[in-house]
């Protein structure tokens, strides 16, 4: 009886573990099909998705933006160089990531929130008077920005989905967020208007709507903070739910303890 009654709470505990990573997804080795359905993996497609489209869409339109804006005509190519440095030496954020992730164990959420909080920074910097400090200081941070989301995104699918289907899910995710690349096209036209047409000085041209498209990608970058809102939340769930788990084994231990010296 007292063997039965160990091996029911070493049962229990086994059950308990399969609830705990039932109702959190947490299973690595679940089919592809099972991963693509779950919320987390839904959550992350809509933070690449976003923040891939914006920081690629940047990257296509810069130049458009600065010639429509008439800014620093006889400085372009000097900003163009130090945006081209910038970008090789993104690597280092990249690597900053990793310590993050390393360090602390919340650190894939903290990596999005940087990402985010940089976007944020990028685009209020953009809405600013322009001058050639903020401007460097706009391509720091969307360095930064750009570097972090596909270091997140790497790092939450081999964390939270394991390295088994690891290939197809990136490949998933990287295929979604090329589908609506297409919509750089309308979007530029929409913002930009005739003053990039010109490299001298024009008073009577138009220098688009640079700035409403700044506010709106704010908007969309702040809306993503729901995503690591809700994987802090998920892995605060998570722990809280391990601990109690090893709380009710350690109480059992006494059971054990007591039969084996009767």
């Known amino acids: 009886r007292n063997e039965n009654t160990t091996n029911l709470i070493i049962d229990s505990g086994h059950v308990m573990r399969s609830l705990i990573e039932d109702k959190f997804g947490s299973k690595k080795n679940d089919s592809v099909i099972n991963q693509i359905t779950t919320t987390k993996y839904f959550m992350l497609n809509i933070f690449y998705i976003t923040t891939v489209f914006w920081a690629n869409f940047y990257l296509a339109t ?6 429509d804006r008439q800014l620093f005509i006889e400085d372009r190519q000097v900003l163009i160089s130090y945006f081209t440095l910038f970008l090789s ?4 954020f990249s690597a900053f990531a990793g310590f993050l992730v390393e360090s602390y164990i919340h650190g894939c959420a903290i990596i999005a929130v940087c990402a985010l909080i940089s976007g944020c920074a990028q685009m209020i910097l953009l809405l600013l008077p ?32 394991g390295l088994s289907n690891f290939g197809i899910l ?12 297409p919509l750089f096209v309308p979007l530029a036209l929409w913002a930009s208007e005739t003053c990039h047409d010109s490299h001298t000085f024009l008073r009577d041209c138009s220098e688009g709507k640079w700035s409403k498209l ?16 809700y994987d802090y939340k998920r892995n605060i769930s998570i722990e809280s739910s391990r601990k109690n788990l090893q709380t009710s084994e350690e109480g059992a231990c006494p059971i054990k303890n007591y039969d084996s010296v009767s």
């Open 62 to 67: 810069m130049v458009t933006e600065i010639q």
């Open 170 to 181: 990136m490949g998933i995710a990287a295929a979604l967020a090329g589908l609506v690349q």
């Open 214 to 229: 700044h506010l709106f990608q704010l908007f969309t970058l702040l809306l993503l903070l729901i995503v690591p809102a």
């Open 130 to 161: 322009k001058s050639e400090f903020i401007v460097v200081t706009s391509f720091f941070f969307y360095v930064m920005f750009r570097n972090f989301i596909f270091t997140f995104t790497t790092i939450y699918i081999s964390q939270h989905m």
């Open 89 to 92: 030496c993104g690597l280092a």
